[in-house]
């Protein structure tokens, strides 16, 4: 409930009242996240090389008996455990003796922290289940401390120090962040606290998210506005609790001198906000328009310019291309370069043919989505030195030839009658559709694992197909642009 409540506090009052006859069905790629970090667990463990009392064997009662009656003997390491205090239950992964008592650990098939690694954090999310089993061990009188420990993907052990304040813009500890959650949750169960859905990046996983998105399009809810996420639309909502109602007011209504009414929430967002409002508030009459005036490159070659990786294996998998030739009627090809295997040269090759593919293909203009494929050919050229050198890597991003269009051009200029601005969602309004019945970038992750597994190149092909799909509908969104009308009043 906890881990849960981090990222949809909907999704812990879902699971405790919802009708479970209204579930979807279980995400592929969730089962896949299970299924890596039960393998990952396991070879941890494996290749230990120090004894430990192992209880996974056993499960409910007995393995409580067994994790306590352990702790009582002072085993050194215990793996599997389970705990309980004062209506707290949690099964750590490790309990390790340290001097006085015991301190608990995860072993995680994930990074141990978030963020660049000069202001790397401890993941909220991670904590909230550590510092659920160190409250256990503190009830029972077994803890040698407010601490915990990952092992993460990277093989390392990340502390978690529940007493250390988190910096300065944030001088809280994680225990304290851990009792407001545990409160909240305690709320949710009491039905003290009457949570509501919220439309975001995480829903789309989730196994309400059916239910859910429904209720939030019968309710007219604020967060089907794209960048409102819950914590805008609980502000705006007792004044404003729709996007009808948003869309029918006047943002100087609600200015107090230089802020606004709504906490949070500045004079340029509530203007940002109100328009998006009226664009979904129009429905079939609504149409996408330009903030300010663009003005795109132009080349006879164009790129469009698509990754795929797997973040679990740490591998950039695939480059993929479409490539169009203006002056030779518009014509398209699909180029891509595929690691053959999950394995550090494979993705060096690949990453070399496709550094030479573009290379080779100058002068041209490339569009991709969003920063991500910068930042994963900025890690490649790190572990690749000899591809690329830094000078060269940052010369082909170079914005007067290389377009993001979702931080450069969507986001920044543009505004849409959609929920979000995700390509698939924003190539879809265009009328562009995916070969693929269930396209997704985590649905891509899980077929890529299927074909690691067994090898079979319908799978292969799956792959290929729809990171060929995702870079037509950046082109379908590059040619929409230039259909796009400057709205009366934008900057010119």
Not at 19 to 33: S, Y
Not at 137 to 156: C, I, P, Q
Not at 249 to 255: A, I, M, V
Not at 363 to 383: A, F, G, H, N, Q
Request: proline share 5%; hydrophobic share 35%.
């Amino acid at each position: 409930m906890l881990y849960d409540l981090t990222s949809c506090p909907h999704r812990v009052t879902m699971d405790l009242f919802g009708d479970t006859a209204q579930r979807d069905a279980p995400n592929p790629f969730i089962q896949l996240l299970w299924k890596k970090g039960s393998t990952f667990e396991k070879e941890i463990m494996e290749g230990l090389g120090v004894p430990f009392t192992n209880l996974s064997m056993y499960a409910g009662d007995d393995k409580e008996r067994l994790t306590l009656a352990a702790m009582q003997r002072g085993d050194a390491l215990i793996y599997s455990g389970r705990i309980q205090a004062a209506g707290l239950l949690g099964d750590p992964d490790l309990l390790r003796w340290e001097g006085d008592g015991y301190i608990a650990g995860d072993i995680k098939a994930g990074a141990g922290e978030e963020g660049p690694e000069e202001l790397s954090r401890a993941k909220k999310h991670y904590a909230v289940q550590l510092a659920l089993y160190t409250d256990i061990l503190e009830k029972k009188g077994l803890s040698a401390g407010r601490r915990a420990f990952v092992w993460d993907v990277n093989r390392e052990e990340v502390t978690y120090d529940f007493e250390e304040l988190q910096g300065k813009r944030k001088p809280r500890t994680l225990w304290q962040d851990y009792q407001d959650s545990l409160a909240a949750v305690k709320a949710i169960i009491e039905k003290a606290d009457k949570t509501l859905a919220a439309y975001s990046s995480v829903c789309k996983l989730c196994h309400w998210y059916t239910v859910c998105t429904s209720r939030l399009a019968d309710t007219n809810d604020l967060t089907l506005i794209p960048e409102l996420g819950r914590a805008k639309r609980d502000a705006l909502r007792p004044r404003l609790p729709t996007i009808r109602a948003l869309a029918e007011s006047s943002p100087g209504d609600f200015l107090a001198g230089k802020k606004t009414l709504f906490p949070g929430i500045g004079p340029a967002t509530l203007e940002k906000l109100h328009a998006r409002a009226q664009l979904l508030a129009a429905g079939d009459e609504a149409r996408p328009y330009l903030r300010e005036s663009i003005a795109l490159p132009s080349a006879d070659l164009e790129l469009f310019f698509d990754i795929e990786v797997d973040p679990m294996r740490d591998i950039c998998y695939l480059h993929g291309f479409v490539e169009r030739r203006r002056r030779n009627n518009d014509t398209e090809r699909f180029v891509a370069f595929f690691a053959k295997e999950p394995k550090a040269e494979a993705e060096r090759q690949a990453f070399e043919e496709s550094w030479r593919y573009l290379r080779e293909s100058q002068p041209c203009v490339v569009y991709y989505y969003s920063k991500y494929e910068r930042t994963i050919y900025r890690k490649l050229r790190e572990k690749y030195p000899d591809v690329c050198t830094e000078d060269e890597l940052e010369a082909l991003f170079d914005p007067a030839r290389v377009v993001d269009l979702y931080y450069d051009v969507v986001l920044k200029a543009t505004e849409w009658p959609t929920r979000d601005f995700s390509i698939k969602t924003l190539a879809g309004y265009l009328g562009f559709a995916w070969r693929d019945p269930h396209p997704s970038g985590a649905a891509s992750i899980e077929w890529f694992h299927r074909w690691v597994e067994t090898g079979d190149e319908t799978i292969r092909q799956r792959i290929l197909a729809y990171n060929e799909d995702d870079c037509r509908a950046t082109r379908v969104l590059r040619d929409a642009l230039d259909g796009l009308t400057l709205q009366p009043g934008a900057t010119g």
